[in-house]
């Protein structure tokens, strides 16, 4: 094999570290300027930091709400889709159902029209008949977090299934023999193998939740309105509020971001998980 | 030995939501799209019109315009990433100090919403704010304006998402890579193969169901790109990056004609779920290929 050089391959990184790192450092540069520091010949550094994009952003209830919404929308929907897509794709590994393969490939159609396409229908679904007398599916976060389902359990149970797939039968054909019944199969051998695929799965389902815009922003009006909607808010027909919107924006990596750090090691072990042949 | 019916009862969740919120939507498009309905027009109430809004589809330049841009951007994009992203997935096989570290870093903007990500792009192109028009004009004396330019915004489209969506293809590519078994690798090299013959011969042939399936996603998802490309350019300049989701957004909003919106999103729907399908196909072919195999 070839020498390594520590060196040469510690630049490259460096290097496309920086580019991938840019226009969101870019951001950040704005965020922290008021309008007068913004126009003219770009200035990278921060002489000084200049908070008042951030405070104002923080300080709006609205914001607040919105925060605490797209948090709540995301947690709940990436467990149920990770649930379900559990239980899904256990179905579809081991058990001998007509049609299945057709089953499979179904569920990733739902994810494939253009948002567009559900966004007349669904509108007039929550507004008109979803209704169950004072209360309407419009502008509520469980209204939300089901239609996120949508294209998120597709993906949970394509991720899932090679995961699944991957764990030898014989161990639950083993676990049977022992007298342990489904559920006990399912939770205690199936569930500890999966884990780092259960992981991956739960933390991309929620990222891809946490980041939706165009339903959110159709399908909620005051209550249910999420951080995406709000940072859009910023780009009005007067002009746009450069600063406040880079601000909004780096406030909605801050959770991405904590998540992605916290699950480094499980992403790592999820994609090792292939390496684990029988 | 296992009954089917506890198997369809762990599918029943998942079936009984995709059904309410995917085919019950779906099935109203679907009557939507062979009426007229325009809620802003001399008449605003639902009729049946037969085929009209089809046949109105065949003919409407701008439709087939956004269609065609679609499928160039899809093209463009998807192989662009699928290239980057399997020579960083390669990279990243090899042991240096900090992978962890410049994995994180790598999988950064894989995590970034796309209206935040359009957001970043706008900051980073708007003309007499961003840096990238005032560096090519003192640099090159290139005149960088998405606002004006149509192959100017076609491109930058494309280098936005190829930044925020590489780090998935280099994911599922690593994590396909790192599942191999060594022994063909040695055999390979035992036997005398150069770099470019064990990448050809070997590498390839065993990484092809999840190239095709990494292909397979990311271009359904470009397919259906919106709201970073809205964020960027808006669709502009004039319809340059006009993207077949936001042409059947303006169609149904703005104009409020449900009924030729729906009939274009059910065209849309078809040509993906066609386009897949022989994806799709082509990874099925090959995993039966397999299992004669073994």
């Given at each position: 094999m070839r020498k390594p050089r520590p060196l040469l391959s510690l630049a490259f990184w460096i290097f496309s570290s920086?580019?991938?790192?840019?226009?969101?450092?870019?951001?950040?540069?704005?965020?922290?300027?008021?309008?007068?520091?913004?126009?003219?010949?770009?200035?990278?550094?921060?002489?000084?930091?200049?908070?008042?994009?951030?405070?104002?952003?923080?300080?709006?209830?609205?914001?607040?709400?919105?925060?605490?919404?797209?948090?709540?929308?995301?947690?709940?929907?990436?467990?149920?889709?990770?649930?379900?897509?559990?239980?899904?794709?256990?179905?579809?590994?081991?058990?001998?159902?007509?049609?299945?393969?057709?089953?499979?490939?179904?569920?990733?159609?739902?994810?494939?029209?253009?948002?567009?396409?559900?966004?007349?229908?669904?509108?007039?679904?929550?507004?008109?008949?979803?209704?169950?007398?004072?209360?309407?599916?419009?502008?509520?976060?469980?209204?939300?977090?089901?239609?996120?389902?949508?294209?998120?359990?597709?993906?949970?149970?394509?991720?899932?299934?090679?995961?699944?797939?991957?764990?030898?039968?014989?161990?639950?054909?083993?676990?049977?023999?022992?007298?342990?019944?489904?559920?006990?199969?399912?939770?205690?051998?199936?569930?500890?193998?999966?884990?780092?695929?259960?992981?991956?799965?739960?933390?991309?389902?929620?990222?891809?939740?946490?980041?939706?815009?165009?339903?959110?922003?159709?399908?909620?009006?005051?209550?249910?309105?999420?951080?995406?909607?709000?940072?859009?808010?910023?780009?009005?027909?007067?002009?746009?509020?450069?600063?406040?919107?880079?601000?909004?924006?780096?406030?909605?990596?801050?959770?991405?971001?904590?998540?992605?750090?916290?699950?480094?090691?499980?992403?790592?072990?999820?994609l090792t998980?292939g390496a684990?042949k029988? | 030995?296992?009954?089917?019916?506890?198997?369809?009862?762990?599918?029943?969740?998942?079936?009984?939501?995709?059904?309410?919120?995917?085919?019950?939507?779906?099935?109203?498009?679907?009557?939507?799209?062979?009426?007229?309905?325009?809620?802003?027009?001399?008449?605003?109430?639902?009729?049946?019109?037969?085929?009209?809004?089809?046949?109105?589809?065949?003919?409407?330049?701008?439709?087939?315009?956004?269609?065609?841009?679609?499928?160039?951007?899809?093209?463009?994009?998807v192989a662009s990433e699928i290239m980057l992203g399997y020579l960083l997935a390669q990279l990243f096989m090899r042991d240096f100090p900090g992978k962890?570290?410049f994995r994180?870093?790598h999988?950064?903007?894989?995590?970034?919403?796309?209206?935040?990500?359009?957001?970043?792009?706008?900051?980073?192109?708007?003309?007499?704010?961003?840096?990238?028009?005032?560096?090519?004009?003192?640099?090159?004396?290139?005149?960088?304006?998405?606002?004006?330019?149509?192959?100017?915004?076609?491109?930058?489209?494309?280098?936005?998402?190829v930044?925020?969506?590489t780090p998935?293809v280099t994911l599922t590519l690593l994590a396909a890579l790192s599942s191999l078994p060594k022994e063909p690798f040695e055999q390979a090299q035992i036997d005398g193969a150069n770099r470019f013959q064990i990448f050809w011969y070997v590498t390839l042939p065993m990484l092809k169901p999840a190239i095709l399936a990494t292909v397979?996603?990311?271009?359904?998802?470009?397919?259906?790109?919106?709201?970073?490309?809205?964020?960027?350019?808006?669709?502009?300049?004039?319809?340059?990056?006009?993207?077949?989701?936001?042409?059947?957004?303006?169609?149904?909003?703005?104009?409020?004609?449900?009924?030729?919106?729906?009939?274009?999103?059910?065209?849309?729907?078809?040509?993906?779920?066609?386009?897949?399908?022989?994806?799709?196909?082509?990874?099925?072919?090959r995993?039966?290929?397999?299992?004669?195999?073994?």
């Amino acid at each position: 094999m070839r020498k390594p050089r520590p060196l040469l391959s510690l630049a490259f990184w460096i290097f496309s570290s920086l580019v991938t790192l840019f226009p969101i450092y870019w951001m950040f540069v704005v965020s922290a300027k008021n309008r007068v520091q913004l126009f003219g010949k770009p200035n990278f550094l921060i002489t000084s930091f200049f908070t008042e994009n951030y405070t104002r952003t923080l300080q709006d209830p609205a914001f607040q709400r919105y925060m605490i919404n797209s948090i709540v929308i995301a947690t709940s929907n990436a467990l149920l889709c990770t649930v379900l897509a559990l239980l899904a794709t256990y179905a579809l590994s081991r058990y001998k159902l007509a049609g299945k393969e057709n089953v499979f490939f179904w569920t990733i159609t739902n994810r494939m029209a253009p948002p567009a396409v559900f966004l007349l229908p669904l509108f007039l679904l929550y507004t008109q008949v979803f209704v169950v007398g004072d209360w309407r599916m419009f502008d509520t976060r469980i209204g939300l977090i089901l239609l996120y389902c949508v294209f998120n359990l597709p993906f949970a149970i394509w991720t899932l299934r090679s995961v699944i797939d991957g764990i030898p039968r014989e161990l639950d054909e083993a676990a049977t023999v022992d007298g342990a019944n489904t559920w006990q199969v399912l939770t205690k051998v199936i569930l500890p193998l999966a884990r780092p695929g259960l992981a991956v799965t739960g933390i991309l389902t929620w990222v891809f939740a946490w980041n939706e815009y165009l339903f959110a922003a159709t399908l909620t009006s005051v209550h249910a309105r999420t951080i995406t909607t709000g940072l859009a808010e910023f780009v009005t027909v007067t002009g746009t509020n450069w600063g406040q919107m880079a601000a909004t924006a780096m406030l909605t990596l801050v959770p991405a971001l904590v998540v992605l750090g916290i699950a480094q090691r499980h992403i790592v072990a999820g994609l090792t998980f292939g390496a684990v042949k029988e | 030995m296992r009954s089917s019916a506890v198997g369809w009862l762990f599918l029943a969740p998942t079936l009984i939501i995709l059904f309410i919120f995917g085919v019950v939507p779906f099935l109203y498009v679907l009557v939507i799209g062979f009426t007229q309905w325009n809620t802003f027009a001399a008449d605003p109430t639902m009729q049946f019109n037969g085929v009209e809004n089809f046949r109105r589809l065949v003919f409407d330049t701008p439709f087939l315009h956004s269609l065609w841009l679609t499928l160039r951007f899809a093209f463009f994009v998807v192989a662009s990433e699928i290239m980057l992203g399997y020579l960083l997935a390669q990279l990243f096989m090899r042991d240096f100090p900090g992978k962890g570290f410049f994995r994180t870093i790598h999988t950064l903007p894989l995590v970034i919403a796309p209206i935040a990500v359009g957001a970043t792009w706008r900051l980073l192109t708007v003309p007499g704010l961003g840096p990238l028009p005032y560096y090519f004009r003192t640099w090159f004396g290139y005149d960088l304006n998405i606002g004006r330019y149509v192959d100017q915004a076609f491109m930058m489209t494309v280098v936005m998402d190829v930044w925020h969506w590489t780090p998935l293809v280099t994911l599922t590519l690593l994590a396909a890579l790192s599942s191999l078994p060594k022994e063909p690798f040695e055999q390979a090299q035992i036997d005398g193969a150069n770099r470019f013959q064990i990448f050809w011969y070997v590498t390839l042939p065993m990484l092809k169901p999840a190239i095709l399936a990494t292909v397979f996603i990311r271009m359904m998802d470009a397919l259906r790109t919106v709201d970073e490309v809205w964020m960027l350019t808006g669709g502009g300049p004039g319809s340059a990056t006009r993207y077949i989701g936001l042409y059947i957004w303006r169609v149904v909003f703005p104009k409020t004609d449900y009924g030729y919106g729906s009939a274009m999103s059910l065209i849309t729907l078809y040509l993906t779920i066609v386009m897949c399908w022989l994806l799709y196909a082509a990874l099925v072919a090959r995993r039966d290929l397999k299992r004669v195999e073994a």
